[in-house]
């Protein structure tokens, strides 16, 4: 609607209720010429869709358009077939409820072509995928080419015209997807088989069949490729008619929508040998005997009945012969030429009508849902011939027609039942309006007795003479005075000219048609000679044979004649239609030349005119322009009343009524039904949307506004909710950290203290972690604290199980400092070490001053080497060793200052002052070195006086600070250890009187050394 409204100025109007001149015809005309001519083909008359027939292709029937329609309200979106097929898809799936969309208008006004368009729509209704779907939905669309192969032909009104009626329905699951679908047809117009009216074809099928079919096809059917030689063909048109048609193409489409449709190759096979069947009964003619009987040369037929199968002289005799059952007797006579020929064309109409009807079986059965017990809703298309006149129109014409006639009467019904329902519902008082009710046609047609089909009943099944003329005679005679109906004999003057004496005219709603009773009688009474269902009986092609059933043979009850049939069928296709919610399309064709762009205003005018399109706008306007549910105009409108904007809280209506005073609606202009606001005149509803319309664009700011804050706001809460998130997913991860670390500490600390109590067990799982850790901190400690000299004894405790390796690491240990301080060691040092070694040997555990004597270093000489060899003349001897000493006087002990020097061969004393040489010691003569093993430091060289060349003076008792260097010297350069003796007290020496004097060790209070009385000298040491 709301695009309609925008749109109302530019072109025209989308919905005829708001045209102003609404009474007007030219008006009307106008509006739709005005949109056609922009290629605007559709316009409603409220829920009504008018569609004029633009005869060229329009781009308005793609998917991106179908996406557009689909969901979108009705009025919302400019005037569309899509939009129709939408509501009705919807009212579908929302009420539960069977819809129909009933499509009508004359020929060539476009009815298939928008059936096919509203199959396509919602064929694309699909919410699930799969194969089975896929399926039926091609199969639905491809029934399409095959029934306008065989159903449709070219006329002179339509060069794809419907030549029969269809209805179709689609079944829907609950979820709204095609799941099968079901096809009515009703009266095929089966005369166009064998006559064809100038300018006009027989049935597609034929042409295509010629003109398509492989040679090898046209070789195995007996046919030839040229259509202008085929008498059924070339009646109407002298050549194929390459402008609209191509035969050719059209075949490939069709055998493809076959495979698709499930028939087999053999089905088609089948199929296509009886289109052929039928078309060469054309060719067959006929011979005259003697009698004046009909013959037929058995050569000509043999092409024929191989299509069937059957046997050439049987069909040679049922096409010359006539039986009838005569008190259960079978009654057989011949044909005459005439005769003849009539029965070979009633028989090829009959075959092909009743292949068409085999046809549409197929097809059901292909569309035939797979799961039957599924509960389906249906939507059904009628697409039927539309209202026809011809230069010459027939039974079928009549047929046609009335059931246009009754379409009508359905749609008027309908459309003003509803509208008036809704002004009662609604309680809205409202003015009925005059239209021309067409239910006197239809009971003209149809009632009972009085009605042209009855009357026609009559005639056909009436014994005795009965002709055309005498039905024309019985027509004129019974409804002479009927306001719609005219025939020669029961017109007045003027009119008798246009009707010829075997005519009749009826005055249908949409016009006058002038019918030809020729060959009503027959065309009723529809009879096949038995001879001929006997023979299709015997075929074995199995269509022909499933076409001809022997039931109908036994059955001896006259079946009822075509026109009853049809009749009844329409009922039937009424009530089917009556119990269906409908929606409607009306076809109008803007010329009569099949021509685009031109759009002739005389001819659209009666059409809506005769469509009763103004009635049915004036009726949709009495009073009232517009309509709409409360809730839908309060949500629509609003935005224009603070009162309701944004959300009205009270009853729809109250709101809607607020509205209306907000927007100062006069008393006139509206009225409030129960659930529906009525306005009256389209310039109110201009004023509003055009209101709304500037209240969108403050509208829209605010909502940009708003949108933006939104967006904004949404992003920034998108942007914190991921910042806590983050943050808490950081903490749990932290905090997952610590519980582990602590748990592994706990796990740890259990298993160190259960180590720690079993420590003292042999290394075992459960202490294995504490030992290690043990041994670990026992390294570590002891990296810090490895002795770091050889005299430094100490060594870190050690844990008990380690007590070993400790040991072991203690010694290495000190073999590697012992090992280094030798590598470290100079030559003098080693020497010093090694005179301690003897040091050590000679006193160790010996004397008692030994232990402090460790400590001071040996020195190589404690007095000067140059000064020595200055006073003392040595040739062959080397200095080792020289220091000073006290020497204990040989004659009572005085003390005396002397320096004594060690040499490779003798010992010297010599003065302490100059150094001279007192005495010379040779090693040959030194007996021995004796001192005391208390802390003393005397010590006497014994010397044999026997050997020492030197005077004879005795032993010498020295002292000095440095015993222990001065005897370890001395030991090393005698080269004999045994030399010195460690006394305990007393220690004898020799003097040089050859006496002996007396050395005494004892330990005391005072530490001296001095001569006793007894003339010894007494060593005395402090006792410790
Ligand atoms: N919407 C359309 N767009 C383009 N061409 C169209 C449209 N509708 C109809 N036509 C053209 O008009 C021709 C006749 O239309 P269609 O066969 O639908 O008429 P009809 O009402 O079914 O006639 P009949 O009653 O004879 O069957 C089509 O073959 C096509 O060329
Ligand atoms: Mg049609």
Redesign the pocket.
């Known amino acids: 609607m709301e695009a309609a409204l925008h749109a109302r100025d530019k072109v025209g109007v989308q919905d005829f209720v708001l045209l102003e001149d609404f009474k007007s015809v030219t008006a009307f005309v106008e509006n739709l010429k005005k949109r056609f001519q922009e290629n605007l083909?559709y316009t409603y008359i409220g829920p009504v869709l008018i569609?004029v027939?633009?005869?060229?292709?329009?781009n308005i029937?793609n998917d991106s358009v179908i996406e557009t329609y689909r969901n979108v309200n009705f009025y919302e979106l400019p005037p569309h077939i899509y939009a129709v097929s939408d509501a009705a898809y919807r009212a579908m799936r929302r009420e539960f409820h069977d819809q129909c969309v009933l499509?009508s208008?004359?020929?060539?006004?476009?009815?298939?072509?928008?059936?096919k368009?509203i199959l396509h729509y919602i064929a694309t209704c699909n919410h699930q995928e799969s194969n089975e779907i896929d399926r039926v939905k091609d199969r639905l669309l491809q029934s399409n080419p095959i029934l306008e192969a065989f159903g449709?032909a070219k006329?002179n009104?339509?060069?794809?015209?419907?030549?029969f009626g269809k209805y179709m329905d689609v079944q829907f699951d609950f979820k709204g997807t095609p799941v099968g679908g079901v096809i009515l047809n009703y009266l095929l117009e089966k005369s166009r088989v064998v006559k064809q009216a100038t300018g006009e074809r027989n049935f597609h099928i034929f042409y295509q069949l010629v003109e398509g079919a492989s040679p090898e096809m046209r070789n195995a059917l007996g046919i030839s490729d040229d259509v202008t030689k085929y008498h059924y063909l070339n009646q109407g048109i002298q050549a194929a008619d390459p402008s609209?048609i191509n035969d050719k193409e059209d075949f490939a489409t069709v055998c493809q929508a076959l495979k698709t449709c499930d028939f087999s190759a053999e089905d088609q096979k089948d199929l296509f040998s009886v289109v052929a069947f039928v078309l060469l009964h054309g060719e067959l003619t006929f011979n005259e005997d003697k009698e004046n009987n009909a013959t037929i040369a058995l050569e000509s037929l043999s092409a024929i009945s191989n299509l069937v199968e059957c046997e050439d002289s049987q069909l040679a005799s049922a096409l010359t012969n006539k039986s009838i059952m005569a008190e259960g007797v079978k009654v057989t006579s011949p044909l005459n030429l005439e005769q003849a020929s009539y029965a070979r064309d009633a028989f090829a109409k009959g075959v092909y009508e009743r292949l068409f009807g085999w046809l549409v079986n197929k097809i059901n059965r292909s569309l035939a849902k797979e799961k039957q017990q599924t509960k389906t809703r249906v939507l059904g298309l009628l697409?039927?011939?539309?209202f026809?006149i011809f230069d010459t129109n027939s039974f079928e014409q009549f047929c046609i027609n009335y059931c246009n006639e009754k379409l009508q009467q359905l749609f008027i019904t309908l459309t003003l039942k509803s509208e008036q329902d809704e002004y009662l519902n609604e309680g809205i008082e409202w003015e009925p309006v005059q239209y021309f009710n067409n239910k006197i046609i239809c009971d003209l047609v149809d009632s009972k007795p009085t009605g042209i089909i009855s009357i026609l009943d009559e005639e056909c099944l009436r014994p005795g003479a009965t002709s055309d003329e005498t039905f024309l005679e019985k027509l004129s005679s019974r409804l002479g005075g009927h306001p719609h109906f005219l025939s020669h004999a029961s017109a007045d003057v003027a009119d008798r000219k246009n009707i010829k004496r075997h005519e009749f005219q009826l005055l249908h709603y949409a016009g006058e048609v002038t019918y030809s009773t020729e060959g009503f009688l027959d065309k009723n009474n529809d009879l096949l000679y038995r001879d001929l269902k006997e023979l299709m009986l015997s075929t074995k092609n199995p269509i022909t044979k499933q076409c001809f059933p022997d039931t109908e043979l036994k059955n001896m009850k006259r079946p009822d004649t075509a026109g009853t049939q049809f009749k009844i069928s329409l009922g039937q296709l009424m009530d089917i239609l009556l119990s269906k919610q409908p929606s409607y399309i009306r076809?109008i064709k803007p010329n009569d030349n099949?021509q685009s762009n031109v759009f002739v205003n005389q001819i659209v005018r009666h059409q809506v005119k005769y469509l009763g399109l103004m009635e049915n706008l004036r009726v949709r306007r009495a009073g009232f322009a517009y309509r709409r549910h409360y809730d839908n105009f309060l949500h629509r409108y609003k935005s224009l009343c603070p009162e309701t904007w944004p959300f009205y809280k009270g009853p729809t209506k109250d709101g809607v009524s607020a509205l209306c005073r907000h927007l100062q609606y006069t008393e006139e202009d509206y009225k409030m039904g129960r659930s529906k606001i009525f306005i009256r005149f389209p310039r109110v509803l201009f004023a509003t949307e055009d209101a709304l319309q500037l209240r969108k664009h403050d509208l829209a700011t605010e909502i940009q506004a708003k949108f933006r804050g939104f967006f904004q706001q949404k992003a920034y809460q998108k942007m914190r909710s991921s910042v806590t998130r983050i943050a808490a997913t950081w903490k749990m991860y932290c905090a997952k950290k610590i519980m582990c670390t602590r748990r592994d500490a706990a796990r740890t600390i259990r298993r160190f203290i259960n180590g720690f109590i079993q420590r003292k067990k042999p290394l075992c799982h459960e202490n294995e972690m504490y030992v290690n850790h043990a041994r670990y901190k026992f390294v570590l400690h002891l990296l810090d604290n490895l002795p770091n000299s050889v005299l430094d004894k100490s060594w870190p405790t050690c844990p008990d199980i380690l007590q070993q390796a400790s040991d072991d690491l203690r010694e290495l240990n000190m073999r590697n400092i012992v090992r280094s301080y030798c590598i470290g060691l100079t030559t003098e040092k080693k020497t010093q070490l090694e005179q301690k070694v003897v040091a050590e040997r000679l006193f160790k555990n010996k004397k008692s001053s030994y232990d402090q004597s460790i400590a001071v270093p040996f020195e190589d000489s404690r007095l000067s080497k140059k000064r020595i060899t200055k006073t003392v003349k040595l040739t062959t001897e080397d200095i080792l060793y020289s220091c000073m000493v006290t020497k204990y006087d040989r004659n009572g002990y005085r003390q005396r200052q002397r320096c004594l020097v060690i040499t490779t061969e003798s010992a010297y004393v010599l003065n302490e002052k100059n150094f001279k040489v007192k005495e010379r010691i040779s090693f040959n003569c030194l007996k021995g070195i004796s001192t005391s093993a208390l802390k003393d430091a005397v010590f006497i060289l014994h010397v044999d006086s026997t050997q020492n060349n030197a005077k004879t003076k005795g032993d010498f008792v020295l002292s000095s600070d440095f015993l222990y260097e001065a005897i370890v010297k001395l030991v090393i350069a005698v080269q004999n250890d045994e030399i010195l003796h460690i006394v305990s007290e007393r220690c004898t020496h020799r003097m040089s009187s050859g006496k002996e004097g007396s050395v005494e060790f004892n330990t005391g209070a005072k530490s001296l050394v001095t001569r006793s009385k007894n003339k010894m000298l007494v060593v005395g040491i402090i006792s410790c």
């Not at 208008?105 to 059936?115: F, H, I, L, N, R």
């Not at 009104?157 to 030549?163: E, H, K, L, Q």
């Open positions: 083909i569609s027939n633009p005869y060229k292709s329009i029937y499509i208008g004359e020929s060539g006004s476009g009815k298939t072509e928008a059936s368009k449709n006329t009104r339509n060069d794809n015209s419907s030549r609209t697409d039927i011939y539309g026809e076809c099949k």
